[in-house]
């Protein structure tokens, strides 16, 4: 089945700093999610992402979609204490179904 | 507020044990898929029903069931209880379950701890 590799598992960061993650498939992606779980919550969708190369903003936070639609990633500029949480890429597979990455739980130290 | 809910919040049962988890999904989506969230494995999904039906099957033991009902609400049952299957249960919602871009909203999920 399909399969999303996500790195790294953990980041942590002084508040000020950057912050990426990525996504990696072997197959191509019909599209990629972005989901942030802060803790002890439940996942809220962040973005999407279609079509080869699409580059999308949120204020301070950054997706990107590969041109072979094989990998994404999520930048955080200037982290901040808010942007506390696990990030996960998740690809729609052909049920519909959401595979999810292993996650980036980030800590932003103040 | 995503307006899927979920109930319980917290289930503490022992091994063996038969629970059933109940989700709501947001007023007028058709699908609601169940995930399970564990340590070891991450974010699986276990099961997508559209509108009653099932539409598909993910990492979900034979020890596990769900059914959506003409309400739409939908249960997820848990038989025979392990300790392993201690986790959180998240229930999510779309509108339809068809199209590839379609969002899906999550519920704060169901902690269940078998003991």
């Known amino acids: 089945g399909q399969q999303v590799m996500q790195i790294p598992q953990y980041q942590h960061v002084q508040e000020g700093e950057d912050f990426t993650t990525y996504c990696n498939s072997s197959t191509t992606l019909s599209n990629i999610q972005w989901y942030k779980q802060r803790p002890g919550g439940h996942p809220v969708f962040l973005i999407q992402l279609v079509k080869s190369g699409e580059v999308k903003k949120q204020k301070r936070l950054t997706f990107q979609f590969g041109e072979a639609k094989k990998n994404s990633s999520l930048h955080i500029t200037a982290t901040q204490t808010t942007d506390v949480g696990t990030y996960f890429c998740a690809a729609t597979g052909s049920a519909r179904q959401l595979t999810f990455g292993s996650g980036t739980q980030l800590t932003v130290l103040p | 507020d995503s307006g899927v809910t979920q109930t319980p919040k917290h289930l503490i049962t022992a091994t063996g044990q038969r629970v059933t988890l109940r989700c709501s999904p947001r007023s007028g989506d058709l699908s609601v898929y169940w995930y399970q969230q564990s340590l070891d494995q991450g974010l699986q999904f276990l099961i997508h029903?559209?509108?009653?039906?099932?539409?598909a099957k993910g990492n979900i033991l034979e020890r596990f069931s769900a059914q959506q009902f003409p309400d739409l609400h939908s249960e997820l049952n848990l038989s025979s209880l392990e300790l392993g299957d201690s986790a959180l249960y998240f229930c999510?919602?779309?509108?339809?379950?068809?199209?590839?871009?379609?969002?899906?909203?999550f519920g704060p999920g169901t902690r269940l701890l078998v003991l």
């Open positions: 999510a919602s779309s509108d339809t379950g068809t199209r590839v871009t379609e969002t899906q909203y």
């Open positions: 029903y559209y509108n009653g039906e099932e539409r």
